[in-house]
């Protein structure tokens, strides 16, 4: 059933943010295909050069959410370029004279969410946009492995009584702040780990996240539109209750990592661009490769996204006329990539 119009008050607004390869554009990807009527407007952040979730996006667009509804932000964190291109692109988007039924924003995997939020305080934006509340995707599997800290308190104190200690990773800090500005979490990728595993996930999530924010459970971003639109939080009304380790600094940057793309040509077949991707991925410093690729003999396009060295793909839609069959993928890692040697690697 078609949604009402949102004409005569405050249009909603989803902030999707999560880690890197959490798997936000695919629940996003989800969402549109199962809107409910609504007519969407998607905002879509990148860490990078090259807009691949926007493209992916596009690539699923409908009557609902149609390509250009589709708003990308490149070449900059979104919560440290809110007033260049963020609050432009929401007052040219309210400027339409077909306005959305409700926004959705995906942050890259770098940003810090409450600065976001802090955006709709904005005067052009907050009498019009309501943020209807904030969704942080989180890798189940990644997190029950134990790869952020547990006792953050506990790493200060070691900190200040050795002069040797390195400072909290910045993912462990982004982990953090993203569950406590969240409004709903979703934990994905459930169905790679044991109930075990699955539990040990939630109770991690359940020490940053706000009380009576719930945890619901997800695979392949299928979540019903009822479950992620309508929270109703106004969350520009709640920032102070938003606590983040952030909020006694002025600004931020992400000077602790490296992004660039890069063009390689046709692999031979899809097992073997993905055994290669693994490969260097497990020699270098990467968090995060995704973009498209061209197999030798395939009139397709070969969608690739990879979290560490574990990798999955898909042909979304042919190559169009006249479009050159060349892959091109980001690639994302820790401050010092040997961008040389990647490259060369991925392009022999």
């Known amino acids: ?36 009527g609504r007519r969407l407007a998607l905002i879509v952040n990148e860490f990078g050069e090259l807009g691949f979730d926007g493209e992916l996006l596009k690539g699923c667009a409908s009557e609902t959410c149609r390509a250009e509804d589709i708003v990308e932000l490149a070449n900059g964190c979104i ?32 940003a810090l969410p409450k600065p976001l939020v802090q955006a709709f305080d904005w005067p052009s934006v907050r009498t019009r946009v309501t943020v209807d509340g904030v969704v942080a995707v989180i890798d189940a599997d990644a997190t029950a492995a134990g790869r952020f800290a ?28 993203q569950l406590a500005c969240a409004d709903l979490v979703v934990l994905t ?31 392949f971003g299928e979540l019903p539109a009822a479950v992620l639109l309508g929270l109703g939080a106004a969350a520009e009304d709640d920032i102070a209750g938003r606590k983040s380790v952030h909020d006694d600094e002025g600004e931020h940057d992400h000077d602790d990592f490296d992004s660039f793309w890069l063009e390689i040509p046709a692999a031979a077949s ?7 991707l693994k490969a260097v991925a497990g020699r ?18 070969l969608v690739v996204q990879g979290v560490g060295e ?3 793909h898909y042909f979304d839609r042919a190559w169009a006329a006249g479009e050159a069959p060349v892959g091109r993928l980001v690639v994302i890692g820790l401050k010092g990539l040997d961008q040389a040697a990647i490259r060369a690697e991925l392009a022999a």
């Open 150 to 177: 547990t006792d953050p308190e506990l790493l200060a104190a070691q900190r200040a009584a050795d002069p040797n200690f390195e400072h909290d990773a910045p993912l462990e800090e982004l982990f953090h702040d």
């Open 189 to 219: 990728k459930t169905d790679l780990i044991d109930a075990a595993r699955i539990a040990a996930a939630e109770a991690e999530v359940a020490r940053f996240t706000r009380p009576g924010v719930k945890t619901v459970r997800a695979s």
């Open 310 to 312: 574990r990798f999955g």
């Open 1 to 36: 059933m078609a949604q009402p119009s949102n004409s005569l008050g405050k249009i909603p607004a989803t902030i999707v943010t999560g880690f890197l390869g959490a798997g936000k554009t695919t629940l996003i990807r989800h969402l549109i295909a199962h809107a409910g």
């Open 284 to 301: 270098h410093d990467i968090l995060r490769i995704k973009g498209f690729a061209a197999i030798a003999g395939k009139p397709m396009r």
């Open 270 to 276: 899809t097992a073997a661009l993905v055994d290669r």
């Open 79 to 110: 919560c440290c370029t809110v007033a260049d291109d963020f609050l432009p692109t929401m007052e040219a988007l309210l400027a339409r004279p077909d306005r959305p039924d409700h926004i959705i924003i995906e942050t890259s995997g770098l």
